[in-house]
Nanobody, 133 residues
């Protein structure tokens, strides 16, 4: 079973950038798609981006397209999320997760909103991102 540690969060002004890291321990990292999700106070969990096991496919939530970039290095067991042109509405706890389903739009936004279903494996504890002036 994979275990994740996220880092790189912090306080940034609107328009600024952050780069989040998600480092995994476990031998199956290179076999799994990985996703970034975020949770803001009082809001439902939201899929941000995902990357396939081979890194050949990526998908993004509509609210971050063109601003965020997900990447991975299987040799380092790490996935990154480069976040540019940050907005106050990007504020939240960012979590990475093992995907047991393919990296696809429905994996980022399941029709029933259930992120505890069989398509999701291990989750990290998250890193806080606050965008504020």
């Amino acid at each position: 079973q994979l275990q994740f540690v996220e880092s790189g969060g912090g306080l940034v002004q609107p328009g600024g950038s952050l780069r989040l890291s998600c480092t995994a321990s476990g031998s199956t990292f290179s076999d799994d798609a990985i996703g970034w999700f975020r949770q803001a106070p009082g809001k439902e969990r939201e899929g941000v981006a995902c990357v396939s096991a081979s890194a050949h496919s990526t998908f993004y939530g509509d609210s971050v397209k063109g601003r965020f970039t997900i990447s991975r290095d299987n040799a380092k067991n790490t996935v990154w999320l480069q976040m540019n042109n940050l907005k106050p509405e990007d504020t939240g706890v960012y979590l990475c997760a093992q995907l047991l389903a393919p990296c696809a739009p429905l994996t980022l936004a399941p029709w029933n909103g259930d992120f505890a279903g069989p398509g999701y494996g291990s989750w990290g504890q998250g890193t806080q991102v606050t965008v504020s002036s």
